[in-house]
């Protein structure tokens, strides 16, 4: 048997799940607008479909949601390809390295 407080704390989990699934899709919504302006700005020859929801949720993970790193991280892709585009397979060929990544090899080096 439930009592009213657990039914409470449930309802409470199932907002807080509703409402964190509404943050991330407008956080990928304004991340995909972003990268919009980001493709139009990059004076690259070929298509970029980075504003995609998918390539947004990968780009915007990989810089950790920062604009210096995400421009870091097109920039890269773009120019160590030579394909003057930004696709899966630039951003796989990137040897960029997310500030996490950058912190955790400069830790292994102070050791």
Known sequence: MRTVGQRSAQRSR????????KATARLVADGCSLLASF?????LRGPSSIAAAEMARN?????EGTIGELAHLL???AIESGEEAI???T???SRYAGPTERRRL???ELT
């Open 14 to 21: 199932c907002q807080a799940g509703k409402s964190s699934r």
């Open 39 to 43: 493709a139009t700005s990059l004076p």
């Open 59 to 63: 780009l915007l993970t990989r810089s």
């Open 75 to 77: 920039t890269d892709a």
């Open 87 to 89: 696709n899966q397979r």
């Open 91 to 93: 951003l796989r060929l």
């Open 106 to 108: 400069f830790e292994r």
